[in-house]
């Protein structure tokens, strides 16, 4: 379960990036409204508009971001599915929607002058007056009630599951367009419906249940106000404070805080009670917390970390939107956020005690309590600033303190992802070391453009060629480069590139730090030269010979034909990575037929994504590679059908592999098809 939360709260770090921003510039419309005399203009309706377009689609954007970070080897189709599911749930939860499941009808009111229309709501004429008819359905319903985070990550978790479960599905042939990715989404639309029709039933229980909580708490004074802070934050995970906040701010209970606040017809003492206790926990509590977590992150990762806590805690204490700094450690560290709820809480209780009174119209943010601070109902507002000090450094040192304690996998301190046999994007220390190499001698991460791979090379876009360093790449493993022209250049590695690749990625991402794994790596290559050294002392010691290198004879390695047609030297094949032999000796077959069967006995080592190559072990640890066609990577997988997987053991003469020739050659490429030996440069290839 920890493992699951610990994935979602990185999954959440997706979306979550991009809220400080869009709070930020809701702060700033806020702020020069607020000193334009209440009155907005062009620049701040530009950029409230931008502002609120992310933040009023928090919700929509946890269902996209959780979907792809929860999904395994993503490659968008989850994001869709997560997309989906959004989509098929708060339209079924929509008003009008509920309204018509339920056999409920429309309620009429006047309309009062100003009112806006919300969505479900429509404007009759009704006795010669102007009505509103709302859909009379339960408030959890309402726009807004139930498009919430909860609703978001919950659709998010559904498409990357169904993307996880159905993503390689085979149907039958009659069905076989829908097979694979391109069920993901109707399973997942499927698996909504049955979701939103729960929710239909158990929503309005939980929000219903949540504005009675509110209702009772409110005559317990200091300690009400302070278990209103309390499950304010910790409802934020489900959505559902709002249904609590309804309470306090609005006129549900005849408190109407908020309005009250902003319209100076409060009583002073009193109204603000229930706003006062946020301020100093979102300006300088959260902060604090930021400071404690980014520094307790390891080193390699506190550059990761800083960025996702510097903007969260800029937009906690500038404009008090706190989703952005919360997020980030809910789910990763649900006991911290358990202690931030008891904070706010507490803040809240003394707040009330304490003849400090203070008001928002957005959020519990430095702008808000600069424009209310001469607000007739604002009470000795510079007791929050005392206040807030206090909370900064009793967040940073119970957050530090408890982090530390408890080895706490909060931002820049999750585990390593860990290396899954299955998985063709794993790592090792080894092709780390090499992909920094690789990098280095390509110019650095600044002049790559763009980084791809086929079977057995690294295809690339070079800013500049020049600075591609051939005999660097060489030294550190590569069988050769090619520059086709332009700022495309292309390294010929082996079987496996893709690991190279995926490494390459982590490096220029700065998710690993290859200084520290090269490190590793040389000192484990040094004790295995130190103890290969001690027993060659120790074997010519006991038989007091002198050992002599001799050249080992070129080996002939005889395979059957992988596919029907006639077989040509390597050297006539028009493309210079094998006719030069750079990937290694063999030979090619011009086919006349698309099945293509095992040369002999051996073990599937790797069937590239889009099946135009396969990789073999034989029996006597030789590694071949049957590369169908010329540069049919770029047909993307269209026209090859893999009948076999890595790991598989195969016969010789099996069918592996079932090719569209025709299909390569409309697509304007070359059906001849070289078939290389990757381990041994002397070895001579004879095709039967």
């Known amino acids: 379960m920890m493992k699951f939360l610990q994935n979602l709260g990185k999954s959440i770090m997706l979306p979550v990036a991009v809220l400080p921003v869009a709070a930020i510039l809701v702060g700033i419309a806020n702020w020069i409204i607020g000193i334009n005399d209440d009155k907005p203009n062009v620049v701040t309706s530009f950029l409230q508009t931008a502002g609120l377009a992310v933040l009023s689609n928090m919700a929509l954007l946890f269902a996209v971001g959780v979907s792809i970070g929860m999904a395994r080897k993503s490659d968008g189709t989850s994001a869709l599915a997560g997309l989906v599911s959004w989509l098929v749930v708060t339209s079924l939860l929509a008003p009008t929607s509920v309204m018509t499941l339920l056999g409920r009808g429309y309620t009429p009111s006047i309309a009062e002058e100003g009112a806006t229309i919300t969505e479900g709501q429509k404007l009759v004429m009704e006795n010669g007056h102007l009505a509103i008819q709302t859909p009379d359905v339960n408030e959890a319903f309402a726009p807004g009630a139930f498009q919430n985070a909860f609703i978001g990550i919950l659709c998010g978790i559904i498409g990357a599951l169904c993307y996880n479960r159905f993503k390689d599905v085979k149907l039958p042939d009659a069905l076989s367009f829908f097979s694979g990715r391109r069920s993901v989404a109707i399973v997942t639309a499927g698996v909504s419906l049955i979701v939103a029709l729960i929710l239909l039933f158990i929503w309005p229980l939980v929000y219903s249940g949540l504005v009675w909580f509110g209702e009772h708490i409110v005559d317990l004074g200091a300690v009400g ?83 996702i806590l510097l903007s969260g805690a800029v937009s906690s204490f500038f404009v008090g939107v706190t989703e952005p700094l919360e997020f980030a450690f809910m789910f990763l560290a649900p006991f911290l956020f358990v202690i931030h709820a008891v904070f706010m809480g507490i803040s809240m209780a003394i707040c009330q005690l304490l003849p400090v009174r203070m008001g928002f119209g957005f959020s519990g943010g430095f702008v808000d309590l600069v424009l209310n601070w001469k607000n007739p109902m604002a009470e000795n507002p510079w007791i929050i600033i005392v206040l807030g000090i206090g909370w900064f450094f009793v967040y940073f040192l119970v957050f530090r303190w408890v982090i530390l304690k408890f080895q706490l996998k909060t931002p820049g301190r999750e585990d390593d992802e860990p290396v899954d046999a299955d998985d063709e994007g794993g790592v090792s220390a080894g092709f780390i070391g090499t992909a920094a190499k690789f990098i280095d001698a390509l110019g650095g991460k600044a002049n790559i453009l763009e980084l791809d791979n086929c079977a057995t090379r690294l295809r690339m876009e070079i800013d500049d060629t020049g600075k591609v360093d051939d005999s660097a790449l060489k030294r550190a493993g590569a069988a050769g480069t090619m520059k086709p022209g332009g700022h495309s250049v292309q390294v010929i590695y082996g079987l496996n590139v893709q690991f190279v690749k995926d490494a ?138 893999p009948l076999v997987k890595a790991g598989d053991t195969v016969s010789a003469g099996q069918p592996i592999l079932n090719v569209d020739l025709a299909k390569i050659q409309a697509a304007g490429f070359a059906t001849v098809t070289p078939v290389v030996v990757m381990n041994d440069k002397s070895a001579t290839v004879e095709l039967t």
């Open 225 to 307: 106000t302070g278990l209103y802070g309390f499950f304010n934050r910790l409802l934020i995970p489900f959505g559902l404070h709002h249904a609590l906040n309804s309470v306090f701010w609005f006129d549900v209970a005849g408190i109407n805080d908020l309005n009250n606040f902003l319209s100076g017809e409060g009583t002073f003492g009193v109204t603000g009670q229930y706003m006062t206790g946020f301020f100093p926990i979102m300006m300088f509590g959260l902060p604090g917390a930021a400071l404690a977590m980014y520094t307790t992150a390891k080193t390699t990762r506190k550059k990761i970390a800083y960025g």
């Open 504 to 641: 390459m990625e982590k490096i220029m991402s700065g998710e690993v730090d290859p200084t520290a794994v090269e490190a590793a790596v040389e000192a484990v290559d040094e004790a295995e030269a130190a103890v290969a050294e001690a027993e060659a002392e120790e074997g010519a010691a006991h038989d007091g010979s002198t050992a002599v290198l001799t050249k080992p004879a070129a080996k002939v390695i005889t395979l059957q034909r992988p596919l029907q047609g006639y077989a040509v030297d390597l050297s006539e094949v028009p493309d210079k990575t094998f006719s030069s032999g750079m990937m290694g000796p063999g030979a090619a077959v011009v086919p006349t037929s698309g099945e293509v069967v095992a040369p002999a006995d051996a073990t599937v080592v790797t069937v590239f994504p889009t099946g135009h190559a396969i990789g073999l072990r034989l029996e006597d640890g030789t590694e071949v590679l049957i590369h169908v066609g010329l540069d049919t990577v770029k047909l993307k997988g269209d026209g090859f059908e």
